[in-house]
């Protein structure tokens, strides 16, 4: 199984366009970890309590991580939010689709969906904001498995960590 995420950091100045050229960061997420149940150490709330290794789709909503490194991600380094991370994920949706609809389908399915809950979460449309945005995606090979989630991340102004939630952070 495989996800994908789109790195598309932005700030109120760049356009679609702009976005389009940005450097792409493409993972291979796999299902396997080597670490029991692949989750992170969470309380009995779900709360990360500690920095650990996950399943790549063990991350919920709420998660803060670590930017993975490489090309092939079979895990990523969930952290607790009060610590410095790269990330946070703040909306996941399931796809409707039957049949795998594409890569760009996807990615513009993705796009849409992580926008719109960015407004929401940090309380600033995405294209005002200096935050970086990037979302995991199924791929087809995925797909064929049963993954069907999008799930979006949002990171620091030009990529510097965060400590804390940006909720409503209108950053």
């Known amino acids: 199984m495989s996800i994908t995420p789109n790195a598309t950091p932005r700030n109120g100045r760049n356009t679609m366009a702009i976005a389009a050229a940005l450097c792409t960061l493409t993972l291979t997420l796999g299902a396997c970890s080597l670490f029991g149940n692949g ?6 709330s779900g709360v990360a309590t500690e920095s650990s290794k996950a399943d790549a789709f063990k991350v919920k909503v709420g998660d803060c991580l670590e930017k993975p490194s490489g090309s092939e991600v079979k895990d990523v380094t969930i952290i607790p939010c009060p610590q410095d991370h790269d990330f946070e994920a703040f909306a996941a949706t399931n796809l409707e689709d039957s ?3 594409g890569d760009a389908v996807i990615t513009q ?6 926008s719109k809950e960015f407004a929401t979460f940090i309380g600033k449309p995405f294209d005002e904001s200096g935050l970086e945005m990037t979302y995991f995606f199924p791929t087809s090979e995925s797909w064929t498995t049963g993954d069907k989630e999008i799930v979006c991340l949002v990171g620091g ?3 510097a960590q965060s400590k804390g939630s940006l909720k409503d952070s209108k950053k």
């Open 39 to 44: 989750d992170a150490k969470r309380d009995p």
């Open 99 to 101: 049949t795998y609809p």
């Open 109 to 114: 399915k993705a796009e849409d969906f992580c």
């Open 157 to 159: 102004v030009a990529g």
